[in-house]
């Protein structure tokens, strides 16, 4: 017995509508990932191409968080100048900012080991001045310093709430923060002065 070609598409199309309709409307509709930056953030990170003010900037965002939870790390309060280049506060759920920050100190780690894996050869560049060059050299061992002091503002306040919380999936966000700022204390001691 030989089909008709004009009756397989048919077929198909029944298929395909019955599976349709029969999949949950959860699963067809996913709710877009949130970033874990402002819109304005993202353009200071992409700003800041040397390591030391991309860490600078990390941290800031990291100490935005903080306070947005009603947390005092001890951080520098963005200055007013500065307020419509940083643009609103980031705003999210407790555990949403518990990840924020969680996912800036791992991008501060990224960003340091990917600067010791590829470092920039400023002396190279005929342009800079000695004074410029001497400065390039302290910005990595520089960068490892202000990153290893905002880890050190943060463990206090981190413990004090991974004590408190009883959700379980913001006391992971706050464990691995905790163990990023142990990583980047260690490492920071192995950076010369």
């Known amino acids: 017995m030989r089909f008709d070609l004009n009756i397989r598409p048919v077929f198909f199309v029944i298929a395909l509508c019955a599976v349709i309709q029969l ?3 959860g699963t067809v509709v996913a ?3 949130r970033d874990y930056m402002t819109d304005d953030e993202i353009e200071l990170v992409r700003d800041a191409q040397d390591i030391d003010q991309r860490i ?3 941290t800031k965002m990291i100490d935005r968080r903080f306070a947005v939870l009603k947390i ?4 520098a309060a963005v ?3 500065e307020t419509s280049k940083w643009g609103p506060a980031p705003t999210g759920t407790q555990t949403e900012l518990l990840d924020d920050i969680k996912r800036l100190i791992e991008k501060g780690i990224d960003d340091i080991d990917n600067t010791a894996m590829h470092p920039i050869d400023y002396a190279a560049d005929k342009s800079r001045s000695e004074k ?3 400065k390039d050299a302290q910005r990595f061992p520089s960068a490892v310093r202000n990153l290893a002091a905002a880890a ?3 463990e206090p ?3 004090i709430l991974s004590d408190r919380t009883t959700d379980e999936k913001q006391k992971g966000l706050i464990l691995a923060a905790l163990d990023f700022c142990d990583e980047i204390i260690a490492a920071s001691t192995k950076v010369p002065s």
């Open 72 to 75: 005092d790390v001890g951080g």
């Open 31 to 33: 709710q877009a990932p």
């Open 79 to 81: 200055p007013s100048k």
């Open 152 to 154: 050190k503002r943060y």
């Open 23 to 25: 999949a949950p409307a």
């Open 56 to 58: 600078d900037v990390l």
């Open 132 to 134: 410029q060059k001497a």
């Open 157 to 159: 306040p981190l413990k």
